[in-house]
């Protein structure tokens, strides 16, 4: 097992070297189990595969930091790859209360995060540019704080919240850079000529996620317009959530259970999971 240093040498790693990497989000502990065993190289969490695996809509408010970094510890624990979090705006409109997310997300294992420039708020979705390079500065202090490098993910928001404006993307993302952002993101941009503009624009490495907003594009693709890192959000839990809803509507509708012939084996579940730790009597 890899302790935390290690783990964040060998993702700042995966950063620096030629190429592209797939970051994959699962959202709890056995989904880590799964995706850790498949070969990718590190894991990110999803704050919107948490809200529904808790019964929550993915919505401001809906999760606490509480939430946030004990879903993240569980993830850490489970797995040896190195995991980054979704750490949402970051639990707080000051920089001060930023910098305390990003230390709250070092002391559970984690050694990256992501805090977006999104208030939250309807009349006013997006902090100020000032406000916003702020908060990414307290980010990206606060990491230097601690003995390993912790890769601060800056994201902007626009095309999120509906502000379809790539000029004012790259211009935030370019002072998230010069604040002392690792990596940069900007979710849902709309199509590849976008991307393209994005990764030209900036020096650091840029995230992009497939499945929320834009289009759909193959790994290779997305390495030839410059993109260094590709996320998942929460479309493998959207994913899990539509074979359940299709395996249930079989039952519900027709009184058959053919999706069993579909369903991992049981087998194969089982052994993507921790062994089970057995105390001797003396022990206990």
Same mark, same amino acid.
């Given at each position: ?22 970051? &994959? ?26 809200? /529904?695996? *808790?019964?929550?809509?993915? =919505? ?17 624990? #489970? ?15 000051? &920089?001060? +209360?930023?910098? +305390?997310?990003?230390?709250?997300? =070092? ?21 100020? @540019?000032?406000?916003?390079? +702020?908060?990414?500065? #307290? ?5 230097? $704080?601690?003995?390993?490098? /912790? ?7 626009? /095309? ?12 935030? *993302?370019?002072? /998230? ?6 990596? @940069?993101?900007? &979710? ?27 289009? *759909? ?29 299709? =395996? =249930?509507? $079989? ?5 058959? !259970? ?7 084996? !049981? ?13 001797? $009597?003396?022990?206990?």
């Amino acid at each position: 097992m890899m302790d935390q240093s290690e783990k964040a040498a060998h993702f700042e790693a995966l950063h620096e070297r030629p190429g592209t990497f797939v970051i &994959p989000n699962p959202w709890d502990a056995g989904s880590a189990r799964v995706l850790s065993s498949m070969g990718f190289e590190a894991l990110a969490t999803t704050s919107a595969g948490l809200a /529904f695996s *808790l019964g929550r809509r993915d =919505a401001e408010g809906a999760l606490t930091r509480d939430d946030i970094l004990t879903n993240a510890k569980a993830i850490v624990d #489970a797995t040896d790859l190195p995991v980054s979090a979704d750490l949402e705006n970051g639990f707080g409109q000051s &920089p001060d +209360e930023v910098a +305390e997310t990003i230390r709250r997300a =070092a002391s559970v294992g984690l050694v990256g995060g992501s805090i977006e420039d999104a208030t939250g708020s309807p009349d006013k979705p997006i902090y100020d @540019l000032s406000h916003a390079v +702020e908060r990414i500065t #307290a980010a990206a202090e606060a990491a230097r $704080e601690f003995p390993f490098r /912790f890769m601060v993910v800056a994201r902007c928001e626009n /095309f999120s919240v509906k502000r379809d404006d790539l000029e004012d993307t790259i211009r935030r *993302l370019q002072a /998230f850079e010069r604040a002392g952002a690792d990596v @940069l993101y900007a &979710p849902a941009l709309p199509d590849l000529d976008a991307i393209r503009t994005v990764c030209a624009s900036v020096g650091k490495p840029v995230n992009v996620v497939m499945g929320f907003g834009g289009g *759909l594009y193959p790994v290779q693709t997305l390495a030839e317009a410059g993109v260094k890192r590709i996320s998942i959000g929460g479309s493998f839990a959207r994913a899990a959530l539509a074979g359940l809803a299709r =395996a =249930a509507r $079989e039952v519900r509708d027709h009184g058959t !259970f053919t999706y069993v012939e579909e369903a991992m084996p !049981f087998s194969e579940a089982n052994g993507y999971m921790a062994p089970v730790s057995r105390k001797s $009597e003396s022990d206990s």
